[in-house]
Nanobody, 119 residues
Framework: QVQLAESGGGSVQAGGSLRLTCVASEFVYCMAWFRQTPGKGREVVVANPRIGSTLVADFAKGRFTFTQDSAKNTLYLQMNNLKPEDTASYYC????????????????WGQGTQVTVSS
């Protein structure tokens, strides 16, 4: 059973930055960040495979960047120029196969970390 440990959420003002960290307990092929707001399903922020193309949501392009430390099974999400609409619970997820846009494809989930952006 893969364990995912998230950290780095918090509250910031619009235009601020936060860095989220997800550490997996073992190697997984795809690590991803999702987010969810009340009344809305989980949506991909970024999903990064060990090999191949990364999936990046349109809302993240130009503001969010990611890095992966393969040796540490860690995925970082740097979020800059945050907006109030970025307020959500952010979840780390992983799966052993190809990355997917569909949250239901992911077998492993962290507990989530809250990001709140005030205007």
């Amino acid at each position: 059973q893969v364990q995912l440990a998230e950290s780095g959420g918090g509250s910031v003002q619009a235009g601020g930055s936060l860095r989220l960290t997800c550490v997996a307990s073992e190697f997984v092929y795809c690590m991803a960040w999702f987010r969810q707001t009340p009344g809305k399903g989980r949506e991909v922020v970024v999903a990064n495979p060990r090999i191949g193309s990364t999936l990046v949501a349109d809302f993240a392009k130009g503001r969010f960047t990611f890095t992966q430390d393969s040796a540490k099974n860690t995925l970082y999400l740097q979020m800059n120029n945050l907006k109030p609409e970025d307020t959500a619970s952010y979840y780390c997820a992983a799966l052993r196969g190809t990355c997917s846009w569909n949250w239901a494809s992911y077998a492993y989930w962290g507990q989530g970390t809250q990001v709140t952006v005030s205007s």
